[in-house]
């Protein structure tokens, strides 16, 4: 199902207070995979702020499974509607049990004296020069074959490598209408935590928090372009990860940052 029709769906429950359900194709393991129900719960809270209020921040935690084929909800709530910024909460519920909560933190644009330009650019090869994550049936996870992977330096979980950071560029293999923070919420996940390519075989690994700040504004970007992305892996240690990431526009310009606390079990 392609992710569209998957946030179409959302928006239509978030009005209705009704249930849906997501497909196999979305799957990582036995649980949707993370991206995806960021971009869903997010979908489902956005229905409840003005246009006009852009995203600035989303904290995800991913609190137990999303299973596929079973019917799932959305409880919103707004904590705050001020004069320049909107704070809510919303949760995924399944079978009684929230399987995710999110807090989502809006702003309206407004003059400001202070102005510090981002200085950090990413200098990766061009996407069409780079390897591509291939889709390997009973071993990549099911979502993968929705996406583009070029991977500029870092290698696959369970290599064995002695590197912790994940460079590389992603897109939607099948572009979507348009690209809004849902999709970008869905395509920054798509790669997994870059200390996974450490391990030397596949072990149990979860994030626990995810974090996202968004950069707004920046030009507008088309459904095929390329996003540049730079993990580093800041501290690893007693089964426990902590991780960022800056993305990028196919121009350079810096759009969101990511920060992850990831359980590794090994």
Not at 40 to 67: E, H, Q, W
Not at 112 to 135: A, F, W
Not at 223 to 247: C, M, S, V
Request: glycine content about 4%.
């Amino acid at each position: 199902m392609h992710i569209d029709t998957l946030l179409h769906q959302v928006q239509e429950c978030a009005v209705n207070d009704s249930t849906m359900t997501f497909p196999d194709n979305w799957t990582q393991g036995r649980t949707a995979f993370g991206g995806i129900s960021a971009a869903l719960l997010y979908t489902a809270i956005k229905t409840k702020v003005a246009d006009n209020r852009p995203l600035r921040s989303l904290t995800t935690n991913f609190v137990g499974p999303l299973i596929v084929d079973m019917p799932f909800s959305f409880e919103i709530e707004v904590l705050r509607e001020g004069k320049n910024a909107s704070q809510l909460t919303g949760r995924i519920i399944q079978n009684n049990e929230v399987a995710v909560i999110q807090q989502a933190s809006f702003g309206i644009e407004r003059f400001s004296e202070v102005e510090v330009g981002n200085s950090i650019s990413h200098e990766l090869k061009s996407p069409e020069l780079l390897p591509q994550v291939p889709v390997i049936p009973s071993v990549t996870p099911n979502f993968i074959a929705n996406m583009d992977l070029a991977i500029d330096d870092g290698a696959m979980p369970y290599s064995g490598t002695q590197q912790s950071h994940l460079n590389g560029w992603m897109r939607f293999k099948h572009p979507p209408e348009k690209i809004t923070d849902a999709h970008l919420i869905c395509l920054i996940d798509a790669w997994p935590p870059a200390v996974l390519q450490m391990m030397k075989q596949p072990s149990p690994a979860s994030t626990m928090m995810w974090n996202l700040e968004f950069i707004h504004p920046h030009k507008p970007v088309e459904p095929t372009d390329w996003f540049a992305y730079k993990a580093i892996t800041r501290q690893a240690a007693n089964g426990y990860a902590h991780l960022e990431a800056d993305i990028w526009n196919d121009e350079g310009d810096l759009i969101a940052i990511s920060r992850q606390s990831v359980a590794v079990f090994s």
